[in-house]
């Protein structure tokens, strides 16, 4: 199947900094890429919905201006967390649906972010 | 997407057939049945996914039910590996994957 890579696998951060986690499409052209937080034990939350070039599409109760979300190029997508708080600790997964997946999103490997 | 409907847990023994059930009788005609498992801290993992018809793969048996009101995923030869939470999704390709609690499938040794 399609290959999504994502990195970091894990990050540490102080309270304040920013945190940018990096999603690759590896075999295929991603015309759509989705990010999704999940806290322990929990379901998959949808965080927002980008496609190439246009301007995500951010799911209600998520802030745009805390979660930057970069799709500038048909193999990468990029989440940034901006001024990390505790609160902001969880499981952030990327997928991404395109040229060759068909309907059938696939999904990186998750970063786990802890906020000290 | 179709609301799904999914018990919370099973155990199943090592080396039997896990046969998962998965409720969705609010699907429409142009939502197919998706079916994904998460390993702890991984990303979920594509397994099958059929709109009227039984489907197989190399991992799984999708078999739906004639009025397409229900489900079972079916592992053949369950192992340890199998052991994650099972995701049973209505999904008609147009948007996002949403995804419920799902069931937690414990293989036992």
């Known amino acids: 199947g399609a290959v999504v890579s994502q990195h970091p696998s894990w990050v540490i951060c102080k309270s304040g900094t920013s945190v940018k986690i990096e999603c690759r499409s590896l075999?295929?052209?991603?015309?759509?890429m989705f990010w999704y937080r999940q806290f322990p034990k929990q379901s998959l939350m949808l965080m927002a919905t980008?496609?190439?070039?246009?301007?995500?599409?951010?799911e209600q109760g998520v802030e745009k201006d805390k979660f930057l979300i970069n799709h500038a190029s048909l193999t990468l997508s990029t989440l940034t967390v901006t001024s990390a708080h505790p609160e902001d600790s969880s499981f952030y997964i990327c997928?991404?649906?395109?040229?060759?997946?068909?309907?059938?999103?696939?999904f990186g490997s998750g970063t786990q972010l802890s906020v000290l | 997407d179709a609301k799904t409907t999914q018990p919370p847990s099973m155990d199943c023994a090592e080396g039997r057939a896990a046969n998962l059930p998965c409720n969705h009788s609010?699907?429409?005609?142009?939502?197919?049945v998706y079916w994904y498992r998460q390993i702890h801290s991984q990303g979920p993992q594509y397994i099958i996914h059929?709109?009227?018809n039984n489907e197989t793969n190399e991992m799984a048996s999708l078999i739906i039910t004639e009025d397409r009101k229900s489900s079972t995923l079916i592992l053949p030869h369950a192992t340890l590996r199998d052991t994650a939470v099972y995701y049973c999704?209505?999904?008609?390709?147009?948007?996002?994957?949403?995804f419920g609690k799902g069931t937690r499938l414990s293989v036992i040794a």
């Open positions: 997928s991404a649906r395109g040229t060759i997946s068909g309907e059938k999103l696939f």
């Open positions: 075999d295929f052209q991603a015309t759509t």
């Open positions: 980008s496609n190439e070039g246009s301007k995500a599409t951010y």
């Open positions: 609010t699907i429409s005609g142009n939502e197919y």
């Open positions: 059929g709109l009227k």
């Open positions: 999704i209505g999904y008609s390709g147009n948007t996002p994957l949403v």
